[in-house]
């Protein structure tokens, strides 16, 4: 089993992530931002990964330390889940449209953190969600799971969408790049680790 459960207690976020890799989309996700919720409950879904999230954050101030500790705690819980990385995939793009929208995300699990976020929102807020808080999170993930991502929206439109489509297109492509391929020896790396 692939799983991983992270805790992370900071003055400003009390959090829990459960995680199981090949699971079947099963999710419990309280953040006390609703929005928030919602993408990780898309995530999850789409992913098929088994997902607990609970927070506990400083939401009298903003949404900031909650947002991207999450991201953070997510992103170890990963890392750890994927373990040694023998026979992934790796490597793994997914093109998920969301009605008037269409996002691309492009990711390599191959130990460097990197992100490359080309994304423009029409609106500043959905809800009270600051759409800003969308790096912040996959910036949080992406240097805790040390991974390489490249999210592009390719065709724009109403901010929810376009959040929405890059949430399920994280998910579809984690779980292409994690599944395991009975045909690759050890790592998916000429040098023999990732």
């Not at 808080?133 to 376009?162: A, D, Y």
Request: overall charge negative; aromatic content about 6%; charged content about 30%.
């Amino acid at each position: 089993m692939r799983t991983s459960t992270k805790l992370r207690k900071t003055s400003e976020t009390d959090i829990k992530v459960s995680l199981n890799i090949d699971g079947t989309g099963k999710s419990n996700i309280n953040t006390g931002i609703g929005f928030l919720d919602h993408m990780l409950i898309l995530f999850s879904k789409h992913g098929l990964f088994d997902l607990e999230v609970k927070c506990e954050g400083d939401l009298h101030i903003d949404g900031h330390h909650t947002v991207e500790d999450i991201g953070i705690t997510l992103g170890q819980a990963f890392k750890e889940a994927v373990g040694d990385k023998k026979g992934i995939v790796r490597y793994a793009d997914t093109l998920t449209p969301m009605d008037e929208c269409l996002s691309l995300v492009v990711l390599d699990l191959g130990g460097r953190a990197y992100l490359a976020l080309d994304v423009e929102y029409s609106r500043d807020k959905v809800g009270d969600f600051d759409t800003e808080l969308v790096e912040e999170f996959f910036r949080g993930f992406v240097n805790h799971c040390e991974i390489n991502l490249h999210i592009k929206m390719l065709s724009s439109g109403n901010t929810h969408h376009m959040i929405e489509s890059i949430f399920k297109g994280f998910g579809r492509t984690l779980d292409k790049a994690t599944r395991i391929d009975e045909r690759i020896e050890g790592v998916m790396s000429t040098k023999g680790v990732i």
